[in-house]
């Protein structure tokens, strides 16, 4: 319970003395779906704690209309200080960058790592660089966001957030995340995320898509970005974190030859242990 009553809700694997990793995950998905389970017991001296959060409105956290993304580092301030947290690194998968970001950038995080983020899109950098249907997202919420927020909330629900998770997907993403043991996981995270409703990820998406209330190149801490060179994904980044990269003060960029938007999952490994070596 967050000060002022609002509900959190989060997941955890990994050993209970474990380093902290706080994660946020991607578009429209739970605190259910982890990555790398059966590694956080050797990784870090005493292992790793992973700490996965739903964002407000999604799975089992309550709405909080209105929120920007420096609320949702307020709540992460919340949370670490309810726990005893220390020494706190910070990973952000897809549409979860723009929050993990949020959290660096209030100093709550000693490391942090990106993966197959969401860029900064309406940064002027991306402003010829988009695919139409990304710039006309941007646009709109740039000219009205009440409205954007309305129609992003009319986009569908689990099974057809899934379906355009496929469509957008290139060959080798398309087959992680349809091994049928992974499409469950997903897709009961899909539906975990949508059962209050599409308001949690339309005022997500808004937030992504708008510029964002906090200057990354202020960012204090070392940022590993990840991409995989196959990632088809039109909003990730424009340019597979270089521009990113080149606007934080301590960002290390790796470039995964035949990875995809999937990376989280087909290269945990390297992922989690340079997070813990930072």
């Known amino acids: 319970m967050l000060p002022g009553g609002r509900r959190l809700g989060w997941a955890e694997w990994g050993p209970v003395g474990g380093a902290p990793v706080l994660f946020c995950p991607g578009a429209a998905t739970s605190r259910s779906l982890g990555f790398g389970a059966h590694l956080l017991a050797g990784l870090g001296g005493h292992g790793v704690r992973l700490i996965s959060v739903d964002r407000p409105g999604l799975g089992a956290s309550d709405p909080a209309p209105g929120r920007t993304l420096l609320d949702f580092a307020g709540d992460m301030t919340s949370l670490v200080g309810l726990r005893e947290l220390t ?48 710039a006309a997202m941007v646009e709109a919420v740039r000219a009205d966001p009440v409205a954007a927020e309305g129609f992003f909330a009319g986009w569908g629900d689990a099974d057809g957030f899934w379906q355009r998770i496929l469509s957008m997907a290139g060959d080798g993403d398309r087959a992680v995340y349809t091994d049928p043991a992974f499409a469950e996981a997903y897709r ?51 340019d597979l974190g270089a521009t990113l990269a080149s606007r934080l003060p301590d960002a290390r960029r790796h470039v995964v030859a035949g990875a995809g938007g999937a990376l989280l999952w087909t290269h945990a490994e390297p992922i989690l242990e340079t997070l813990m070596s930072r």
């Open 87 to 134: 020494g706190v690194r910070g990973m952000g998968f897809s549409q979860g960058a723009p929050f993990l970001l949020a959290c660096a950038a209030a100093g709550i995080l000693d490391a942090a790592a990106v993966v197959a983020g969401t860029d900064e899109l309406a940064h002027p950098t991306f402003a010829g660089s988009l695919i139409p249907d990304v």
């Open 188 to 238: 009961r995270a899909l539906h975990e995320a949508f059962a209050q409703g599409p308001g949690g990820y339309a005022r997500d998406t808004v937030l992504a898509s708008a510029r964002w209330p906090f200057d990354v190149a202020q960012v204090p801490i070392p940022i590993d970005l990840w991409y995989g060179d196959a990632d088809t994904s039109p909003v990730h980044s424009p």
